[in-house]
């Protein structure tokens, strides 16, 4: 039996809150690369990747950054090469169990989204630990994607929905709730303003494909070990530079128009 679920209008301009601070993706790209163009093993360009990830969690909160999404390892990296995936775990293992206390004291809530049903139960044991220390930290955010995939999630949201069988209305908002993969993603967060990819490509790779709807996008040249907090900057000044009009029209023209009428 078909559901019939509709599409309500928006209520607002996607992912823009009164008094909300930015929230800013990164796709952290080139480690990889980074290291063979030095002769080095790909694990290398990782260890260095995860000091970028300290340099841009310390920066971020002085940029008015209240979410970083981090897209640490996609659902589809599991075909990588196993001891390079078993490598990436035990970084991102070392990096909460370094990081989770520090961040407590600083004000930072960890939270990790995505599937976790094929990590290793020790790994989960360490996610659920930093999630829980960092539980009470309200000054900002820091979200990290591992084994996470936009389109699944977005396909675990619409089951939902056909499994509720709901008939009334579902709204933009009232599905970025569904998108928050209970129990441990936890509340939805604004819509992202910022996606950043460093390493020269230019895609999404299937990240945060429904709350990039109207983000702006920075793509850099900057393999990810080399990432600064001055990069981060520089590319919070471009947001700023630009005129973000979500399907509108420019401020002077609004006004124009109003007149008019």
Known sequence: ???????????????????????????????????????????????AGVEAVRRAVEAAGDLGIETLTLFAFSSD???????????????????????????????IRIAVIGRRDRLSPGLVRVVENAE???????RFLLRIAVDYSARDAILRAAGRCQGAGAEEELSR???????????????PVPDVDLLIRTGGEKRLSDFLLWECAYAELVFTDCMWPDFEKGDLAEAVRELHRRERRFGGVPGPVAVEAAAAR
């Open 77 to 107: 990296n599991w075909r990588r090469p196993d001891a390079e995936v078993r490598a990436l775990m035990r970084l991102f293992r070392s990096y909460l169990m370094a990081e989770a206390a520090k961040c407590a004291k600083n004000g």
């Open 173 to 187: 908002e009232a599905f970025s709730r569904l998108l928050a993969d209970p129990p441990h993603d936890g509340l």
């Open 132 to 138: 829980a220390v960092t539980a009470g930290a309200d």
């Open 1 to 47: 039996m078909s559901t019939a679920l509709r599409l309500a209008p928006p209520v607002a301009a996607p992912g823009v809150q009164a008094g909300a601070g930015l929230h800013v993706a990164i796709i952290m790209d080139g480690n990889g690369r980074w290291a063979v163009s030095r002769g080095w093993p790909r694990s290398a360009g990782h260890t």
